[in-house]
């Protein structure tokens, strides 16, 4: 292999490690994903807290409601049962007080029970929930620590990479890191590859016999007829 080819081919090793890197560094995951569901549970668990707060406080209302209606159905009993009420039709209205007292307390108890049931669901589901945004943001921070490390990592080998190119760039004649560069943007990275066999590594198809016999004598640069990718031939392929 000619040392002009020899230079490129260092070069078009820099070039795919590179896109390698650059493709690595974009698909590293940097937690926005996570970072979404963490916000979904903290508005969740916002909304749950706050609607356990006002069960919370309808329980404590309720129960001094119940505490009232209680007090004014004992005070009528006493009215009723004491003695001190003969005449027939206060009597009656006692009586007529304290049922509806009665059916009011029924009503506040039953509400408290449901009150009491809600809480209890509440409070479970707000401890999952909890448990839940705790393990989301263990993971967010885990995330975000990797994508860190690793791009860092990524972006010190890139520059490094880069200084490696125009190293190797400046040994190549700037006509062919010219033609190079150009099939390079047609070919997704690749401008030039290694023939081993009697096809193009590059697009499969048969090389002409003419064209393996020129890469095999290093008659000057060669490229293949269907996919314009510059070619060589491996010397330990014999």
Sequence with gaps: MSEELAALCQVQEVDTELARLAAALAG???GQALQAEVAAVESGLAALRDRHRASEQESLAQNLE?????EKKAKFETQ???GTVRNPKQLSDLQAE????????????????????????????????EAQLAGRRERLAAVR??????????????????NQRKERAARVPPLLLKRYEQIRARQANLAIVKVTASSCPGCRIT????????????????????CGRLLFWDDSAG
Aim: aromatic share 2%.
């Design 207 to 226: 090389l002409p016999s003419e064209t393996l016999k020129a890469l095999k004598a290093e008659q000057g640069v060669r490229t293949c007829e269907n």
């Design 80 to 82: 009723l049962y004491g």
């Design 98 to 129: 304290v049922a509806m007292l009665a059916r009011e307390i029924g009503k506040v108890e039953d509400r408290i029970l449901e009150l009491m049931e809600a809480l209890e669901q509440e409070r479970t589901q707000i401890g999952q929930q």
């Design 66 to 70: 119940l505490k009232t209606l209680e």
């Design 145 to 162: 620590q990797h994508y860190r490390a690793t791009g860092d990592r990524l972006r010190s080998d890139l520059a490094e990479l880069e």
């Design 28 to 30: 590293l995951e940097d």
